[in-house]
T-cell receptor
Framework: DAKTTQPTSMDCAEGRAANLPCNHS???????VYWYRQIHSQGPQYIIH???NNETNEMASLIITEDRKSSTLILPHATLRDTAVYYC???????????FGKGTKLSVKP | GAGVSQTPSNKVTEKGKYVELRCDPI?????LYWYRQSLGQGPEFLIY????????DSGLPNDRFFAVRPEGSVSTLKIQRTERGDSAVYLC????????????FGPGTRLLVL
């Protein structure tokens, strides 16, 4: 079973920040938090990952709480092309495979 | 550079037939993963290769499913005696090696068993 819980769906207005939450209260000390997204009919696309510290790249920012039991993915200026299912995954460490949940379906609206 | 590629992009077969799905990982990536995604669900892990050997095949649903990676690069997922329940998108991912390295996914093969 997935080690994360996410809201089923969220809406966001175009141009606004999209903040996608994820709970992972059973995360182990050596496990990373990964975020992927999947646009309809495509393979999952890597967004960002982190262990303890907050991370930022050209796509998004990842905020991880100090106790590492939850995190938030931030898309600073959402566009219509950001409409997708976003998966928060806890993994890496000593186990290679990723365990996906159902993700959050983000709809960016004009 | 080239990403992960998968062929065919779509495959339609009849119940009971044998199919092979191919994955070309990113050049130099030693780890290769197969996942299966049913409609409305997230991808489910099938098997993981490190080099030529299967490091973890715990996700294969039964003995009709088999995968090989003979030269440590291209991998083939083989399904014998296909069943309608095997219909899904089969995804391949590769990474540079250690379990914590980022996995990059291909576009998938859509398998439909009639």
């Amino acid at each position: 079973d997935a080690k994360t819980t996410q809201p089923t769906s969220m809406d966001c207005a175009e141009g606004r920040a999209a903040n996608l939450p994820c709970n992972h209260s059973t995360i182990s000390g050596n496990e990373y938090v990964y975020w992927y997204r999947q646009i309809h009919s495509q393979g999952p696309q890597y967004i960002i990952h982190g262990l303890k510290n907050n991370e930022t790249n050209e796509m998004a920012s990842l905020i991880i709480t100090e106790d590492r039991k939850s995190s938030t993915l931030i898309l600073p200026h959402a566009t219509l092309r950001d409409t997708a299912v976003y998966y928060c995954i806890v993994g890496g460490g000593s186990q290679g495979n990723l365990i996906f949940g159902k993700g959050t379906k983000l709809s960016v609206k004009p | 550079g080239a990403g992960v590629s998968q062929t065919p992009s779509n495959k339609v077969t009849e119940k009971g037939k044998y199919v092979e799905l191919r994955c070309d990982p990113i050049s130099g990536h030693t780890a290769l993963y197969w996942y299966r995604q049913s409609l409305g669900q997230g991808p489910e892990f099938l098997i993981y290769f490190q080099g030529t050997g299967a490091a973890d095949d715990s996700g294969l649903p039964n003995d009709r499913f088999f995968a090989v990676r003979p030269e440590g690069s291209v991998s083939t997922l083989k399904i014998q005696r296909t069943e309608r329940g095997d219909s899904a998108v089969y995804l391949c991912a590769s990474s540079s090696g250690s379990p914590s390295e980022t996995q990059y996914f291909g576009p998938g093969t859509r398998l439909l068993v009639l």
